[in-house]
């Protein structure tokens, strides 16, 4: 056999496998919005946590508010969530709900200056480029790619099986786009961040031929279907992209989120002009507060519509179980 043969031979089993490797389907869970009620939903939690870990998914999503709007928002309880976090067996990568920061100034709360409370949140939370959970999966970090948007750590993105996952920092409570002077230039510096963000993962999914792509944030966008128009909309620049650069992308999007604590599989997103439908966009809102249960998502690469849901719902945690 002549070398030259020998490596088109080899580089010809090693496209093969490569592209076995992409078309091989996996699944994730998605949940958030827990534990809410303070002690007794940390039990129904560490549940939850068990039957995930019984799954083995490749990684799970925590979409945000680690806790309750009328709850302290201190350091202690921080560190409590990230001590959970390090009991699931695979990855986790979190993306910031309100009332981890934005909320925190209500009495309830603590009167906290929100500000303060998120630079505490990103210094417990992503202190690294690698996710949490016990196994951790590295990540790419806005803040180490790109210097103009260094502070925001907690944006990211990775791949798995040829599909793109980006995170995203929206949180409820119109993404910070209230209250005062000091919330609103926080949300404009944000804002421009996760733009950016966007524009780069559609970017990345064309150069790289991904199969599709899957966004994680804490926010419900479509509670008012307003919210990609009215001008005091938190959401309308983020729906505003969403609604571009899918409409072009034409491959499967899914848009995942909690922040209203109902299971929702849907197609909010509309196109540009806000006539029509975009059926290449999913949205899954999972459950949360009372509902201490998650989502399993299925990914099948090679299946036009690649994904599949399956609720994990706990018989223990249910608030009102069947007989």
């Known amino acids: 056999m002549s070398m030259r043969f020998l490596k088109s031979f080899l580089f010809a089993a090693l496209i093969a496998c490569t592209s076995a490797a992409f078309s091989q389907p996996f699944k994730f869970v998605a949940l958030g919005d827990m534990p809410y009620n303070i002690p007794d939903d940390y039990v129904r939690y560490e549940r939850l946590i068990a039957e995930i870990n019984k799954i083995n998914p490749s990684?799970?999503?925590?979409?945000?508010d680690t806790k309750s709007?009328?709850?302290?928002?201190?350091?202690?309880?921080?560190?409590?969530?990230?001590?959970?976090?390090?009991?699931?067996?695979?990855?986790?990568?979190?993306?910031?709900g309100d009332n981890e920061w934005t909320d925190c100034?209500?009495?309830?709360?603590?009167?906290?200056?929100?500000?303060?409370?998120l630079h505490n949140v990103r210094k417990t939370f992503f202190d690294s480029e690698m996710s949490l959970g016990k196994k951790r999966l590295q990540l790419m970090r806005q803040a180490d790619l790109d210097p103009q948007f260094s502070k925001y750590v907690e944006n990211s993105m990775w791949v798995k099986n040829h599909f793109l996952f980006v995170n995203l920092h929206i949180p409820g409570s119109n993404n910070n786009f209230e209250r005062d002077e000091s919330a609103k230039q926080e949300y404009y510096a944000r804002n421009q961040a996760n733009l950016s963000w966007i524009e780069k993962a559609f970017d990345r999914a064309n150069r790289k031929h991904y199969a599709g792509i899957v966004f994680s944030y804490?926010?419900?966008?479509?509670?008012?279907?307003?919210?990609?128009?009215?001008?005091?909309s938190g959401y309308r620049d983020t729906l505003q992209a969403f609604s571009m650069?899918?409409?072009?992308?034409?491959?499967?999007?899914?848009?995942?989120?909690?922040?209203s604590h109902r299971l929702i599989i849907?197609?909010?997103l509309k196109t540009n002009n806000q006539k029509y439908t975009l059926e290449n966009v999913l949205r899954l809102q999972v459950m949360g507060a009372e509902h201490v249960q998650a989502?399993?998502?299925q990914v099948n690469p090679s299946a036009l519509q690649p994904f599949s849901f399956k609720p994990i719902l706990i018989r223990e945690n249910m608030v009102a179980p069947r007989d």
């Open 105 to 117: 100034h209500r009495p309830l709360a603590g009167a906290y200056d929100p500000i303060e409370r």
């Open 218 to 232: 804490q926010a419900d966008m479509f509670y008012s279907p307003n919210q990609t128009t009215d001008l005091t």
């Open 266 to 268: 849907d197609q909010p």
């Open 245 to 259: 650069h899918a409409q072009a992308f034409k491959k499967p999007v899914l848009l995942v989120h909690g922040d």
């Open 69 to 96: 709007g009328s709850s302290p928002c201190s350091d202690e309880y921080n560190l409590i969530i990230k001590k959970y976090f390090d009991q699931y067996s695979s990855p986790v990568i979190y993306s910031i």
């Open 295 to 297: 989502v399993e998502i």
């Open 59 to 64: 990684f799970s999503i925590f979409i945000g």
